[in-house]
């Protein structure tokens, strides 16, 4: 098994910026693509970034391109979601998963974290 766990959510003015982290253990070995979804309040979860083993592929929703950079360090086992330009309809909850499959993808995945909520003020 492995678990994730998110920091770095909190509350910040639109056009601010955070720094998601999510921090794997157990069966790290098992782990290549990282991922990061969000969830809304009264919409269903959604795919924010996707990033394979290397970092060599990686993945946007149309929304966050050019405002969210995903990144992963596996020497720390730890994957990031830096996000600036921020936006009032990116409050959420934000989720880490991680997949054994080494294709980035914006659905399979094995693994997820608790989340960690982010909240943009106007």
């Known amino acids: 098994q492995v678990q994730l766990v998110e920091s770095g959510g909190g509350l910040v003015q639109a056009g601010g910026s955070l720094r998601l982290s999510c921090a794997a253990s157990?069966?790290?070995?098992?782990?290549?693509?990282m991922g990061w979804f969000r969830r809304a309040p009264g919409k269903e979860r959604e795919f924010v970034a996707a990033i394979s083993w290397r970092g060599g592929s990686i993945l946007y929703e149309d929304s966050v391109k050019g405002r969210f950079t995903i990144s992963r360090d596996n020497a720390k086992n730890t994957a990031y979601l830096q996000m600036n330009s921020l936006k009032p309809e990116d409050t959420a909850v934000y989720y880490c998963?991680?997949?054994?499959?080494?294709?980035?993808?914006?659905?399979?995945?094995?693994?997820w974290g608790q989340g960690t909520q982010v909240t943009v003020s106007s």
């Open positions: 998963a991680a997949g054994r499959d080494g294709r980035v993808s914006r659905s399979s995945y094995d693994y």
């Open positions: 157990g069966h790290t070995f098992s782990v290549n693509a």
